[in-house]
Nanobody
Framework: QVQLVESGGGLVQAGASLRLSCAAS????????MCWFRQAPGLEREFVAT????????YYSDSVKGRFTISRDNAKNTVYLQMNSLKPEDTAVYYC?????????????????WGQGTQVTVSS
């Protein structure tokens, strides 16, 4: 089992950048596909990005493709989300998730529990 703690959120202006981090505990972190999700006020939680366990494959939602980059450092048990050219519609609480299946990682209903997440607020 992997426990996850997100950090790095904040209040920024449109066009700015932020890098989120997700620190994982557990010796098997390197065997998990990792995903980022987000949930804006009043909306469903949505998939943002995923990265395979050896970082040879990534996938992004259309809304962030070309602006966000997911990466991981298995030696540090950490996954990152570099967010550039932020827009007000990126405002949300961001969560990371771990899954043993690359494709199912991006399915919100696969998870029974979520962490605290990290708040990202983008002002116009």
């Amino acid at each position: 089992q992997v426990q996850l703690v997100e950090s790095g959120g904040g209040l920024v202006q449109a066009g700015a950048s932020l890098r989120l981090s997700c620190a994982a505990s557990g010796r098997t972190f390197g065997s998990y596909t990792m995903c980022w999700f987000r949930q804006a006020p009043g909306l469903e939680r949505e998939f943002v990005a995923t990265i395979s366990w050896i970082a040879d494959s990534t996938y992004y939602s259309d809304s962030v493709k070309g602006r966000f980059t997911i990466s991981r450092d298995n030696a540090k048990n950490t996954v990152y989300l570099q967010m550039n050219s932020l827009k007000p519609e990126d405002t949300a609480v961001y969560y990371c998730a771990a899954h043993q299946n690359y494709y199912r990682c991006r399915l919100e209903y696969e998870y029974a529990y979520w962490g605290q997440g990290t708040q990202v607020t983008v002002s116009s």
